[in-house]
């Protein structure tokens, strides 16, 4: 008899490198470059209807996803901050907590292997907001910063106002706060390869294609996706 067969519950770890991008839907700013990021958790997966080949697949899982930008465009400060910045990037390396629920279709066992596709949504929510705005001349001046928290109202002094004799001008502005919740499409593909007892490795590709607005400026629309690797061990 297969050492599953019996099994109607898998708990285990994962993980996984991943490589991120921006899809930007409207404004003007554009995706700067991959960048590679990293996430790990647990994973708990339910039997369904009785049935071996179907599987309700949980995550608990901390993301970290870069999302590199450019603006097309020159920016001006605020706060009475009048000068004007050219090439401006926006390098955010923000730290999600991502809840994925899936549905798992897994093969036979064949040879002690199992082959399994997934379809799902994901739920995250940034826990740590990080950016590092580059730009010409810096944005930072001579404060010795690289990198701020986007959304602490006391670094407002870092987002772009486009302050013009106390008028904004809405082409040359940008805030760079991010939203705090981000839903994605989820959808994988892989293989568990059974190692000895209750024991499986897991291995596979999964893309989470985002659906949300991930900046807060109403100017800008912008998706992050990502493709991870995912390596990972069930009991």
Not at 13 to 23: D, E, H, I, T, Y
Not at 127 to 138: F, G, L, R, W
């Amino acid at each position: 008899t297969n050492h599953n067969q019996a099994k109607s519950f898998s708990f285990g770890f994962k993980v996984s490198p991943n490589f991120a991008w921006v899809k930007v839907q409207e404004g003007p700013m554009t995706n700067n470059g991959l960048g590679l990021g990293f996430t790990y958790g647990v994973t708990a997966d339910f039997m369904l209807l009785k049935n071996q080949n179907y599987w309700l697949s949980t995550e608990l899982d901390v993301t970290s996803l870069p999302s590199k930008v450019q603006h097309t465009g020159d920016l001006k400060g605020s706060s009475g901050n009048n000068a004007t910045y050219k090439n401006v990037q926006f390098n955010y390396n923000n730290q999600y907590l991502q809840i994925p629920v899936s549905i798992k279709f897994k093969t036979d066992d064949l040879g002690g292997m199992k082959y399994y596709m997934q379809f799902g949504l994901g739920m995250s929510f940034a826990m740590q907001k990080k950016v590092e705005t580059i730009s010409d001349p810096s944005i930072y001046g001579n404060s010795g910063l690289t990198s701020h928290d986007p959304n602490n109202p006391s670094n407002d002094i870092y987002d772009f106002a486009g302050i013009d004799n106390n008028k904004p001008d809405p082409s040359l502005t940008f805030k760079d706060d991010i939203n705090t919740f981000r839903g994605s499409m989820i959808i994988g593909a892989g293989v568990e390869y059974h190692l000895s007892g209750n024991m499986n490795m897991v291995a596979g590709l999964k893309f989470d294609n985002g659906f949300t607005d991930i900046f807060a400026d109403a100017r800008v629309n912008a998706r992050n996706n990502f493709l991870s690797l995912q390596v990972g061990l069930t009991f």
